[in-house]
């Protein structure tokens, strides 16, 4: 599966993005997608994800601020982030996996929010 996101950017604190995920290969090998996001120093942290049932859950420091969704017929992975803070700086990644289990990434793309 290859995985190519989209979306980043800069923007003041309180601002929004959107960032996208379009999937491609094997899709049928996964059932569940989503943005985890590294920021400098640290280690990489589930954001959000979605099962292909549309099942969602996200991290507790997001919850509220963002949304994510999914477009089954272009094969794209979206989040919706509002309400963004500098806190959230970082680089998000777009993962696709099996049963939870993270098989795939995409390339990343930096968030940077600027107070």
């Known amino acids: 599966v290859q995985l190519q996101a989209s979306g980043g950017g800069l923007v003041q604190a309180g601002g929004s993005l959107r960032l996208s995920c379009a999937a491609s290969?094997?899709?049928?090998?996964?059932?569940?997608m989503g943005w985890h996001r590294q920021a400098p120093g640290k280690r990489r942290e589930l954001v959000a994800l979605?099962?292909?049932?549309?099942?969602?859950n996200y991290a507790d420091f997001v919850k509220g601020r963002f949304t994510i969704s999914r477009d089954n017929a272009k094969n794209t992975v979206y989040l919706q982030m509002n309400s963004l803070k500098p806190e959230d700086t970082a680089v998000y990644y777009c993962?696709?996996?099996?049963?939870?289990?993270?098989?795939?990434w995409g390339q990343g793309t930096q968030v940077t929010v600027s107070s």
């Open positions: 290969g094997r899709i049928a090998s996964t059932n569940v």
């Open positions: 979605i099962t292909s049932g549309g099942i969602t």
């Open positions: 993962g696709a996996g099996y049963n939870y289990q993270w098989r795939n």
